[in-house]
């Protein structure tokens, strides 16, 4: 009998050692899961690739747009239209400004934004450099939105009169293009100047200190000039090349959020059509966020066009023409193909802007 209850003790004890030790391995295996879980959503994101990047944050459903200091993309930013339409959808927009179109293609390359705005030229060098993006949209062209300027009392009067002077611009940009054109139209190339490469604030300062002989640059920079430097207009881009703006995206974006793309591009659109009717309203956000003078911030808002349409072929044809310039001049390592980046799904598929 005593033995009887001293085996069903001993039994007793089992058991509850077995439940005490089930129960440990619960909390450790819970523990242990929560801590795997929290180092995940930590490490996750560090550890990817640019792809996989990209994927990342398609999922979380965050639009990262690229921006510069002015252009359609800020008015858009300030409005704030873009984050109304897409809320609806469970999406959020992160604007990042940067100083200038390579910054943002660069950017791009990188994995770090989606979508952005640029010039005629950033977009062949990120191109020629494996950046893996597409063009989805354009702006009109204008002429007044870049120029070649000289000093009030400058003797050069023709573009054939730029023989042995020096000149600033920056290289592999549009002010550069647009100087080698303007050199061809008066018969010279860049071997017949000195040519000088500074960005566009240093270059305004060279400008004024009477280091160069000549400026050739784009806007907000050749207004600041023309307002307060006394300086003559050698000549704009009328005749020589169609400067304008392109709206660009990673492929991936654009193969994974078409519908997202049209939205942007929509709601752009429709801020363009608001900055050409109260371009002096526009101008007031220049105004404030680049502490630029009234006059200048209006100047600069009526140089460009602001239509956001989408990519045109005659657009791409004047890329590839550009593209082909750089590239006999040796200024562009490879020879690139426009057409291979130009976003294929277009929006023929939805018809017309709504």
């Given at each position: ?48 690739n640019t792809s996989q990047l990209q994927n990342f ?286 976003w294929k799904q277009g929006f023929s598929q939805w018809?017309?802007?709504?």
């Open positions: 009998m005593a033995g009887s209850r001293l085996r069903s003790s001993f039994l007793s004890v089992l058991t509850k050692i077995k439940q005490h030790w089930k129960f440990t391995f619960l909390v450790l295996f819970l523990l242990g899961l929560c801590l795997s879980l929290i180092l995940g959503s930590y490490i996750l994101p560090h550890s990817l944050h398609s999922q979380t459903k965050i639009i990262r747009i690229g921006h510069q200091p002015h252009g359609t993309l800020l008015y858009l930013k300030t409005q704030g239209t873009l984050e109304k339409r897409l809320a609806p959808m469970g999406f959020s927009v992160e604007w990042t400004e940067f100083s200038a179109g390579k910054q943002i293609l660069e950017a791009m390359g990188e994995g770090k934004i989606d979508l952005g705005y640029a010039g005629v030229i950033p977009p062949i060098f990120a191109q020629a450099n494996g950046v893996d993006f597409v063009y989805i949209a354009n702006d009109s062209s204008t002429p007044e939105s870049m120029g070649i300027l000289v000093p009030k009392d400058s003797p050069i009067r023709t573009l054939a009169d730029l023989k042995g002077k020096k000149i600033t611009a920056t290289k592999a940009s549009a002010g550069q293009y647009l100087l080698i054109q303007a050199l061809s139209k008066g018969g010279l190339t860049l071997k017949d100047i000195e040519f000088v490469d500074l960005l566009p604030p240093q270059g305004q300062a060279a400008f004024k200190q009477g280091k160069v002989d000549v400026w050739a640059g784009w806007n907000p920079f050749l207004a600041e000039l023309q307002e307060n430097t006394p300086v003559r207009l050698l000549t704009n881009t009328d005749g020589l090349m169609n400067d304008r703006n392109f709206y660009v995206a990673t492929r991936s974006f654009g193969n994974d959020r078409a519908e997202i793309i049209k939205i942007v591009i929509e709601e752009a659109h429709k801020i363009g059509i608001w900055i050409t009717n109260y371009p002096e309203q526009a101008a007031q956000i220049l105004t404030t966020s680049m502490r630029m003078k009234p006059a200048t911030a209006l100047i600069v808002t009526k140089s460009r066009r602001y239509d956001a349409i989408p990519i045109q072929d005659r657009a791409i044809e004047e890329q590839q023409r550009i593209a082909e310039t750089f590239f006999r001049l040796g200024l562009l390592k490879k020879r690139i193909w426009v057409e291979d980046a130009v018809g017309p802007f709504q």
